[in-house]
């Protein structure tokens, strides 16, 4: 690899510093300016949590090769449901096997190959010793849309610097740099693409993190401008996968710490608990499972696909696994020639998990959580609504043994076909049977009144039920709109509106997009 200079290495670091400091201290501008009416920056992707505006770029980087004389700069604003440990763990890539399953988990079927030329010294130490910084070099070449219409390949050298801040601030800086290699020539079918992104996750008020991305890219080429917006490169493509991307990750590094293939045991398929079929769960063969060791279903003639996990080499079904599809390199111990870098082989992995595997690496995401519940008071409201039950079942069970029996009949004051006929929330409350044998029987004010002797004082028992059920009916509801954008009664009042006050189906796509973007106030 060519050498860096102590005067370039220098330049790099101050470059690097200058985009992050310039990316903090105006981040609140560059929003404003995207949303302020009149502004050069356009509304381009409205969607849950997250906006993307546009501008034309001020001047092209190379207009001699550049693919149009009107390039973009895409700024995106967004929400996610994560952390700054996770995003950490997901982004940061010190070497070239790891790079290379980012960015295959990332590009997915764009990606090509990459490779990490050289690590510089960090400008600065790290504020937090578990979440180390990164700054080096690196290189990725990427298939573009419309490769089968002709579309050549991309590839590009730039600097990556991943720091972690005051405030619990993570910023991305990727900046491509044409001095370290010189470009392929232009009969190899590959042209170098220029790359300036800022990435920043700040920490919001509301408990998720906020994103801000403002990215830079010039695929130079004679390919339209249309593939060079649509690349995966472009943050927004990627924005969903980041919450999902730290996890993934885990799952790979728990499996190569644990040993590659089939049948071996990791650390974390060792943490499980012992049982007769755990232990001779590597050496049987998956087709001979008459089962699946996840859900308990019976392979059958329509359902017979089965799978095996790589961590813990449990079989599973279809509905229980999750595949998981990466490329590294096929010889990792052949070094690369800087002439080959283009051309490196390439193997494609795939990899399956079990949902037991998942879920654990899932155990400290926070976005899996539909309902954040304080952390305080939980376990002393728990307990004190079981000891509330449990002195309201003793309470009765002591008045149901010294009470009179009561027979229960049809014939009695409320055997009414119409009262029999109620809803539950109408009916009296149902009382347990004598310690005798004697079966149940329905409470009547009297009995209800004998109760309230039998029980004096205890009145808030039934009042602490009343709000217990009331707390249960708020959670569920707060469930079902975080699952679905609306409560019950919403889609009760929706489905009821005439057809002739409903918007237009414009207005109305348009107005349910808009309020779907979650704004924090400070």
């Not at 209800?448 to 709000?467: N, Q, T, W, Y």
Request: charged share 25%; hydrophobic share 30%.
């Amino acid at each position: 690899m060519p050498a860096i200079t102590g005067f370039m290495e220098h330049e790099y670091k101050t470059l690097v510093n200058e985009i992050v400091r310039d990316a903090i201290d105006h981040r609140e501008d560059w929003i404003d300016d995207a949303r302020q009416d009149g502004s050069a920056w356009k509304l381009t992707v409205n969607k849950r949590n997250m906006q993307v505006f546009r501008k034309k770029h001020a001047e092209s980087v190379s207009p001699s090769t550049s693919s149009s004389s009107s390039l973009y700069t895409f700024l995106t604003v967004g929400y996610l449901s994560t952390t700054i440990d996770d995003l950490h763990a997901a982004l940061h890539a010190p070497t070239s096997h790891d790079d290379q399953i980012l960015h295959s988990l990332v590009l997915e079927n764009e990606f090509l190959t990459s490779h990490v030329l050289q690590t510089l010294r960090d400008p600065r130490p790290s504020l937090d010793p578990q979440l180390p910084d990164y700054f080096g070099i690196k290189y990725i070449k990427l298939r573009m849309p419309g490769s089968r219409l002709g579309v050549h390949p991309r590839d590009s050298v730039y600097l990556e610097y991943l720091t972690l801040r005051e405030d619990k601030v993570l910023v991305r800086v990727v900046y491509s740099i044409d001095d370290y290699l010189s470009p392929p020539s232009a009969t190899g079918g590959v042209y170098r693409a220029t790359l300036r992104d800022v990435w920043l996750f700040v920490p919001a008020p509301n408990g998720k993190i906020q994103v801000v991305a403002k990215t830079f890219h010039d695929m130079k080429g004679s390919s339209p401008k249309y593939f060079s917006d649509q690349s995966a490169l472009s943050f927004w493509r990627v924005y969903d996968k980041l919450t999902s991307l730290s996890y993934v990750r885990r799952l790979l590094s728990v499996k190569e710490a644990g040993g590659v293939g089939r049948g071996s045991m990791s650390s974390l398929a060792r943490s499980m608990p012992i049982t007769r079929s755990s232990i001779h769960r590597a050496t049987v063969q998956s087709t001979s499972r008459s089962h699946c060791e996840c859900c308990r279903r019976k392979f059958t003639l329509f359902h017979s696909k089965r799978y095996t996990c790589h961590n813990c080499s449990m079989t599973m079904c279809s509905n229980c696994h999750l595949r998981v599809q990466y490329s590294v390199q096929t010889d990792e111990d052949d070094a690369i020639s800087i002439e080959k870098l283009h051309a490196t082989p390439m193997t494609t992995h795939y990899d399956d998990f079990c949902l037991a595997c998942i879920h654990r690496s899932k155990e400290t995401f926070k976005d899996f959580d539909k309902v954040d519940t304080p952390a305080q008071d939980v376990e002393a409201w728990e307990a004190a609504q079981a000891e509330a039950h449990k002195a309201h079942a003793a309470k009765l069970k002591q008045a149901a043994t010294n009470a009179k029996p009561v027979k229960t009949t049809y014939t009695d004051d409320r055997g009414s076909e119409f009262e029999l006929r109620l809803s539950k929330e109408d009916q009296t409350p149902v009382m347990e049977g004598h310690m005798d044998g004697g079966s149940g029987h329905h409470a009547t004010p009297e009995r209800i009144s004998e109760l309230h002797e039998a029980c004096p004082g205890d009145e808030h028992v039934f009042e602490e039920m009343r709000k217990s059920i009331a707390i249960q009916e708020s959670i569920l509801s707060a469930m079902r709109a975080s699952w679905h954008g609306h409560t019950e009664q919403e889609k009760y009042v929706q489905t009821r509106q005439s057809a002739q006050f409903k918007p237009r189906r414009s207005e109305y796509n348009f107005d349910r997009d808009s309020d779907r973007f979650e704004e924090v106030v400070e």
